[in-house]
T-cell receptor
């Protein structure tokens, strides 16, 4: 079975500082990896995804993530955060043969302080 | 373009009552999913569908049933609600595997 671990439940950061949200997965087969963002009282929105090819993936709102197969990680980064980035972020993984079913991590709450 | 619409947005049930949550998508997506979100547990898959007339169990299907009689609609039923089913329920759809989901805005259900 595959699992996803988000290593930090909460990450506080000051505005304009860089941030990294960590995600590790366990799987013995090829995987597809996703990051979603959830603003308060809303549904989830896709930030970016890794399917194949370049290991550095760029997404919306200035976020990017790097797929590291040897470390089974898919960390999310942003070089300079804004107040509006305050939200909960979810890492998710899908094995290629599972009808698009996603296994989600526990979530990381990013709080950006002025 | 409405995307994925969930109704109702909020509901309070008494233990033992039944209800149906409706998910409707207008994007002609083949795949549809029901997840529940609980604090500190992320999202867990309840049931999913890979096309009209098909359904399958996910990670936590007990106490729930689903139907997909029309391609655009995916219904989640609770036959006899229990307090453990207090949660936020999200519906999602996707045109194909690994494309990425479009989520609805959720239904907050409280069972007392």
């Amino acid at each position: 079975a595959q699992s996803v671990t988000q290593l930090d439940s909460q990450v506080p950061v000051f505005e304009e500082a860089p941030v990294e949200l960590r995600c590790n997965y366990s799987s013995s087969v090829s995987v597809y990896l996703f990051w979603y963002v959830q603003y308060p009282n809303q549904g989830l929105q896709l930030l970016l995804k890794y399917l194949s090819g370049s290991t550095l993936v760029k997404g919306i709102n200035g976020f990017e993530a790097e797929f590291n197969k040897s470390q089974t990680s898919f960390h999310l980064r942003k070089p300079s955060v804004h107040i509006s980035d305050t939200a909960e972020y979810f890492c998710a993984v899908n094995r290629g043969t599972s009808y698009g079913k996603l296994t989600f991590g526990q979530g990381t709450i990013l709080t950006v302080h002025p | 373009n409405a995307g994925v619409t969930q109704t109702p947005k909020f509901r309070v049930l008494k233990t033992g009552q039944s209800m149906t949550l409706l998910c409707a998508q207008d994007m002609n997506h083949e795949y549809m999913y029901w997840y529940r979100q609980d604090p500190g547990m992320g999202l867990r898959l309840i049931h999913y569908s890979v096309g009209e007339g098909t359904t399958a169990k996910g990670e936590v299907p007990d106490g729930y049933n689903v139907s997909r009689l029309k391609k655009q609609n995916f219904l989640l039923g609770l036959e006899s609600a229990a307090p453990s089913q207090t949660s936020v329920y999200f519906c999602a759809s996707s045109p194909q595997e690994n494309y990425g989901y479009t989520f609805g805005s959720g239904t907050r259900l409280t069972v007392v």
